[in-house]
T-cell receptor
């Protein structure tokens, strides 16, 4: 089976930097995704990592270490609109493009 | 990416009735679509994989006779919740595998409330 762990909640200050961690245990790892989901809305794609290292995309960056089964999402220059749930998801070989989602991290950005 | 729509966005029905939810891929021909369910403050749980022109593949614990999936074309998949009960009240979301490797793009979701 697969096991994906994320912190349940985090709070950060507007303008600051926050790092959301995700650890996973799976066989046949084939990539890790981060999605953002605002309350009552569908998830939107943020990033995809399949190789070790950091992928930067504007204010958001995502890091992957396959050997450690670890990823993080880094959000810089936080804005109030970044308050949302951040979902870590893993795809596996032979899974037919299926994703297994973590429980999500609810981020609250405060003034 | 891919643009995905769902209809209806919100539906309220009586217990025992059936509800059909449509998922459309607007700019991409999707041989595979996924159906998820999300309860409040929980993550997405995959219900089934919808395959164009063939039977859907259901995840363990999901009743295929209760959640009927039809993927009749490359742009449309439907999920019918049959004989709905209050415990079926949830947020139902579909997704399409887009042009990126394995990347799924989600529809806006359908909020189902069964009275």
């Amino acid at each position: 089976g697969q096991n994906i762990d994320q912190p349940t909640e985090m709070t950060a200050t507007e303008g600051a930097i926050v790092q959301i961690n995700c650890t996973y245990q799976t066989s046949g790892f084939n990539g890790l995704f981060w999605y953002q989901q605002h309350a009552g809305e569908a998830p939107t794609f943020l990033s995809y990592n399949v190789l070790d290292g950091l992928e930067e995309k504007g204010r958001f960056s995502s890091f992957l270490s396959r050997s450690k089964g670890y990823s993080y999402l880094l959000l810089k220059e936080l804005q109030m609109k970044d308050s949302a749930s951040y979902l870590c998801a893993v795809s596996t070989t032979g899974g037919g493009n299926k994703l297994t989602f973590g429980t999500g991290t609810q981020l609250k950005v405060e003034l | 990416g891919a643009v995905v729509s769902q209809h209806p966005s919100r539906v309220i029905c009586k217990s025992g009735t059936s509800v059909k939810i449509e998922c459309r891929s607007l700019d991409f021909q999707a041989t595979t679509m996924f159906w998820y369910r999300q309860f409040p403050k929980q993550s997405l749980m995959l219900m089934a994989t919808s395959n164009e022109g063939s039977k859907a593949t259901y995840e363990q614990g999901v009743e295929k006779d209760k959640f009927l999936i039809n993927h009749a074309s490359l742009t449309l998949s439907t999920l019918t919740v049959t004989s709905a009960h209050p415990e079926d009240s949830s947020f139902y979301i579909c997704s399409v595998v887009g042009r990126g490797p394995d990347t799924q793009y989600f529809g806006p979701g359908t909020r189902l409330t069964v009275l």
